[in-house]
Each structure stands twice: as structure tokens, then as C-alpha cells.
T-cell receptor, first 117, second 113 residues
Framework: ETGVTQTPRHLVMGMTNKKSLKCEQH?????MYWYKQSAKKPLELMFV???????ENNSVPSRFSPECPNSSHLFLHLHTLQPEDSALYLC????????????????FGSGTQLSVL | QKEVEQNSGPLSVPEGAIASLNCTYS??????FFWYRQYSGKSPELIMF????GDKEDGRFTAQLNKASQYVSLLIRDSQPSDSATYLC?????????????FGSGTRLSIRP
């Protein structure tokens, strides 16, 4: 176990549904991330939170809405998704502010495999 | 133009041989380089990082960095079936935090018994 827990592991939803992905990290980190991983494509960074504040939004459609209530928890709220949003959604954390050897290391959760019908 | 390029594979290597995975990057000023291993259906796991030109060894793994040629490679000695996974190369532009890390698409490695 990597110290970053994601639920659910699998999610099937219709285009009109609303669902949420949850991520929790037990590593004492202060930065949390959402990535999207599609088949044969590089990991795509979606959102970054540092000390609960959103610092990056990589032009993600508004049907994805992140929430970070504290440094240990991160949510991704989903509504009116499209079939092309089907992918593996990975949460990660890191510890910013240290040396390059520490603040660049990403620790990933197991991901949520999302299928949009 | 892709910023971090990897051959998607699959790369098939016999058990006990050396597996060689390669990655090129476009930003000449990049300073931090990472290799993540991802088993099917699992999360990426950091296995090596390198900052300086040359070789860095950790057990059966050796990362090699050549900044002049803008490539980084990962060698796996004495390959085992458990090494079968997708290996992601990741590069960080100069002076950046983890949020700027750019990933390649990954190379799928298969170790045949």
C-alpha cells in the first residue's frame, strides 16, 4: 500500500449521473494531484492543490470539479460526463518545499477506473 | 511534438537478460528525471530518479542520463517475470515542482520465462 487510498476502485456511470471520487493520503504531504490516464497516452495532470489551495487547473472541463477540504483529502466531483472521459483517474501526493529530491517525488493511489456509458 | 518520448513496446526480453528502456525529452534545460513502474491495473510507483549525467545504480536497476543527447534510459539486469510492467519515463523542467512533471506514454516490458 502506497499511503494514498482511492475509492471507489471501479465506477460505471451514465452521462446524466453525478458521482464523486475520493482520495486520502496518510503520508503527511501538503500537495495533492488528480491525473487522468487513458490507454496509450501519457498521464495528464488535471488539478493541483498545495496546502488546500488549488494552484493548477490544466484547462479541465467544468464537468470535473475538485474539492480539497484539508491537506489529507481530495475529491473529484463528476457530473454529465462524456464517454471519452472513461479512463483511469489517479490521485497523487507529494511534499513541496523540501529539496528537489523530496518535493518532486509523486506517490500515487491505485486509481479509479471510470467507465461512462 | 511530444515532450517525453518512449517506444510503446511491447519489449520482450528473456528471463535473466538485460532489459533496456529508453526515453528522449525535448526540453534541454530539464534537470530531474524519473522512472515509474506500473503493473497492469495498479498505480505508478517510483523506482529510480537521476539528476546528474552518468549512471545511477540501485540493485538490479541502473538509470543512465545523457543531457547532451537528451536521453535517459533504464537498464534492468537479470530480468525476472515480476519485472513485466509498463515503465513510465518522467521529466521535470528546470526549477519546477512536481506539478510540472511531464510523463511519457510508457514502454510495456514483457519478460518471457
Amino acid at each position: 500500500e502506497t499511503g494514498v487510498t482511492q475509492t471507489p476502485r471501479h465506477l460505471v456511470m451514465g452521462m446524466t449521473n453525478k458521482k464523486s471520487l475520493k482520495c486520502e493520503q496518510h503520508l503527511g504531504h501538503n500537495a495533492m494531484y488528480w491525473y487522468k490516464q487513458s490507454a496509450k497516452k501519457p498521464l495528464e495532470l488535471m488539478f493541483v492543490y498545495n496546502f488546500k489551495e488549488q494552484t493548477e487547473n490544466n484547462s479541465v472541463p467544468s464537468r470535473f470539479s475538485p474539492e480539497c477540504p484539508n491537506s489529507s483529502h481530495l475529491f473529484l466531483h463528476l457530473h454529465t460526463l462524456q464517454p471519452e472521459d472513461s479512463a483511469l483517474y489517479l490521485c497523487a501526493s507529494s511534499q513541496p518545499g523540501g529539496t528537489a529530491s523530496t518535493n518532486e517525488k509523486l506517490f500515487f493511489g491505485s486509481g479509479t477506473q471510470l467507465s461512462v456509458l | 511534438q511530444k515532450e517525453v518520448e518512449q517506444n510503446s513496446g511491447p519489449l520482450s526480453v528473456p528471463e535473466g537478460a538485460i532489459a533496456s528502456l529508453n526515453c528522449t525529452y525535448s526540453d534541454r534545460g530539464s534537470q530531474s528525471f524519473f522512472w515509474y513502474r506500473q503493473y497492469s491495473g495498479k498505480s505508478p510507483e517510483l523506482i529510480m530518479f537521476i539528476y546528474s549525467n552518468g549512471d545511477k545504480e540501485d540493485g538490479r536497476f541502473t538509470a543512465q542520463l545523457n543531457k547532451a543527447s537528451q536521453y535517459v534510459s533504464l537498464l534492468i539486469r537479470d530480468s525476472q517475470p515480476s519485472d513485466s510492467a509498463t515503465y513510465l519515463c518522467a521529466v521535470n523542467p528546470p526549477g519546477s515542482s512536481a506539478s510540472k512533471i511531464i510523463f511519457g506514454s510508457g514502454t510495456r516490458l514483457s519478460i518471457r520465462p
